[in-house]
């Protein structure tokens, strides 16, 4: 296809009518998540813990732009955050609804851009909500965490290619200046890295709109591409700085290239047949990448791709499709495994972008009335299929015990689910059934620290200090690093008045980037200041 006039596109007044219906059936399927509760898994680690956000000094304001945390750089989101807890405190319905509000804008700013491209009203609005209220979205928009990262970013980047698709039809962006596209490319790689392949995006519309090739096509994003290499940068400067949990040592190189090809087969299965999404799915065993029937889904994926190359003699569109979703879920892909989770569904939301951009062109070419009105039958039932499924699965992570319920019935075998699942048990009250669940991964891994760990806490949480600290000790004798066991042992040293072996673990937690409780920390340092008469 080629880009439509600047003068034959419909005004953005008569727009508005269909933009709103799309907003308004984003909103409510995500309506649940307003009433969910933070997570400990990151939410307390991104904001409610996290000294960027929570110190409001102005030496606290300027560490959000320097320094890293949790191996990120983001200070856009950072200061999101801060402006929100400056208002509105730790109010849990602000936090979810500042990214289902700005997921609601971006669907809008998918409507535009199909608009833009020639794609008429009513196919916008079905393709910007297939987009939407995908289920593979949810964890992207009502995770606290992940919703700050993914919608502010795509905002920006959306944003950016709106601003291309208008510059390419008019000429120029107008007052707004040449300059604003690299603006909002910052914003959004600031937000998020993986924004950086949005000059890699440009390309992939260029092809699909049919811009003829030449070095004038290439030298106006070499400000972008200059602009890129800068947020690599950083990007892997923070990851390796802040050291990352890469388990690459644990696969063999030939492995590492089969479990992306596992990866790209998990995202198209589950585009097609979303259910039983879970927040973890561990990386396979080398048995199971031994076993010949495992790659059921990468024969899947091997005949989707060579059916598009297929179809790419009479149109480009399967061919941008591809190109635009392994470009946007490359920063995704395991090549140098990290973290315990071989996939993420929040790594799709810039890829479904091309996906809903596709859908819309495939739609748009459909000339036969009939063929026509089959497509958005079956599209509509598909999309109320999806809107449903979406409105489950963020009742899903409405709470720690709902979702690692959820998570250890999708996956049994999972280490991490069991042991999150035993720790919201445990801070409930419900101490058995923590216990239960921390026997559980005791059978899995014996030979990992989650056990321990756990039980520590339960026996904490119980008045048995003396069975408590023997685990937390357990875990720091097999990870000396452990700065949560630290601060743990700290604490039962304390009501068991060990304050020489608190005030030493303590430092040594503190050492380790472990966030002591202010209260235990003044109780040792009093007591050692008693102990030597001067202040310690």
């Not at 998990?266 to 259910?275: A, C, F, Q, R």
């Not at 039958?377 to 299929?385: D, F, I, N, R």
Request: hydrophobic fraction near 50%.
């Amino acid at each position: 296809m080629t880009l439509p006039r600047a003068n034959s596109v419909p005004e953005w007044r008569a727009a508005l009518g269909p933009a709103f219906a799309v907003a308004f059936v984003t909103f409510v399927v995500f309506s649940p998540s307003l009433w969910n509760k933070f997570l400990r898994y990151d939410d307390y680690g991104y904001l409610l813990e996290n000294p960027l956000v929570l110190d409001l000094s102005w030496k606290g304001l300027a560490r959000i732009f320097t320094e890293f945390h949790i191996c990120n750089y983001q200070p856009v989101v950072m200061l999101a955050m801060r402006i929100l807890y400056t208002i509105f405190g730790l109010n849990e319905f602000v936090y979810h609804l500042f990214p289902l509000m700005l997921h609601t804008a971006n669907t809008c700013l998918l409507f535009f851009i199909l608009v833009r491209m020639g794609i008429r009203p009513w196919a916008a609005v079905i393709c910007a909500l297939f987009f939407s209220v995908h289920p593979l979205r949810v964890e992207g928009v009502v995770w606290v965490y992940a919703g700050f990262n993914y919608s502010i970013s795509s905002f920006f980047f959306l944003s950016a290619v709106l601003a291309y698709l208008i510059k390419l039809q008019e000429g120029s962006l107008g007052s707004l200046g040449s300059w604003t596209i690299p603006i909002l490319f910052c914003l959004a790689a600031l937000s998020k890295s993986a924004a950086i392949v949005l000059p890699f995006v440009l390309l992939m519309l260029d092809f699909l709109l049919k811009r003829p090739w030449s070095r004038d096509l290439l030298k106006e994003k070499i400000p972008l591409f200059v602009l890129a290499i800068v947020f690599l940068f950083v990007g892997m400067l923070a990851q390796y700085s802040g050291g990352a949990a890469d388990v690459g040592h644990e696969f063999a190189t030939w492995e590492r290239p089969v479990m992306v090809l596992k990866a790209l087969a998990y995202y198209l299965v589950k585009t097609i047949w979303p259910v039983n999404l879970s927040v973890i799915v561990p990386y396979p065993t080398r048995q199971e990448l031994l076993m010949p029937w495992s790659y059921g889904n990468v024969l899947l994926l091997m005949t989707v791709f060579l059916g598009c190359l297929v179809a790419a003699r009479r149109t480009r569109t399967p061919l941008f499709v591809t190109g635009w979703y392994v470009i946007c879920i490359f920063p995704a892909l395991r090549l140098v495994p990290l973290g315990h989770s071989l996939v993420g569904d929040r790594y799709t939301y810039l890829p479904a972008i091309g996906l809903s951009i596709g859908i819309a062109m495939m739609l748009e070419s459909l000339k036969n009335v009939k063929r026509r009105q089959f497509a958005l039958a079956v599209l509509g039932a598909a999309l109320l299929c999806l809107g449903t499924l979406s409105w489950k699965q963020s009742k899903v992570w409405k709470d720690d015990l709902s979702l690692w319920k959820h998570t250890v019935s999708v996956v049994p075998e999972s280490v991490l689910a069991h042991t999150h699942l035993g720790s919201a048990y445990a801070m409930a009250g419900r101490l058995e059934e923590a216990r239960a669940e921390f026997k559980t991964v005791q059978k899995i891994a014996p030979d990992l620290t989650h056990a321990d760990f756990g039980f520590g806490k339960v026996y904490g949480i119980e008045g048995d200090l003396e069975r408590a600290a023997q685990h937390f000790e357990r875990v720091i004798q097999m990870d000396p690093t452990h700065h949560e066991a630290n601060v743990w042992l700290g604490i039962a040293y304390c009501g068991l008045k060990e304050w020489k072996n608190a005030h030493r673990v303590f430092q040594k937690a503190r050492e380790l980037g472990g966030n002591v409780p202010e209260q235990f920390l003044e109780e040792v340092l009093k007591h050692a200041q008693r102990k030597t008469g001067e202040s310690p």
